[in-house]
């Protein structure tokens, strides 16, 4: 049987959101730098940060960090947690 996908929001730093699409324990997205490759991102709790949940855009370096609220691992919310330099 296939994965479920479900849609989650991703919150960006100028307060605007957009939707994020998870499977399992990853969540998939468009940066806003208009990249056509989506950014792909392995969940991690709130509470804990590790660089498995920090993904960073290789076209604008924005990072991005994928949240779940439980140990399950199953993402709930994206969040662009820096800007780009460039």
């Excluded at 399992?24 to 590790?50: K, M």
């Excluded at 949940?53 to 604008?60: D, L």
């Excluded at 140990?71 to 330099?85: F, M, N, Q, S």
Aim: charged share 15%; glycine share 6%; with cysteine.
């Amino acid at each position: 049987m296939p994965q479920a996908q479900t849609e989650i929001s991703i919150t960006f730093l100028d307060g605007h959101q957009a939707i994020a699409a998870a499977t399992g324990n990853n969540a998939a997205w468009l940066c806003l730098c208009h990249r056509p490759i989506p950014l792909v991102g392995y969940s991690d709790s709130e509470e804990q940060v590790s660089a498995v949940s920090i993904v960073g855009c290789p076209k604008c370096n924005r990072t991005y960090r994928v949240l779940a609220p439980s140990l399950k691992k199953v993402p709930t919310k994206v969040v662009e947690i820096a800007r780009g330099t460039s």
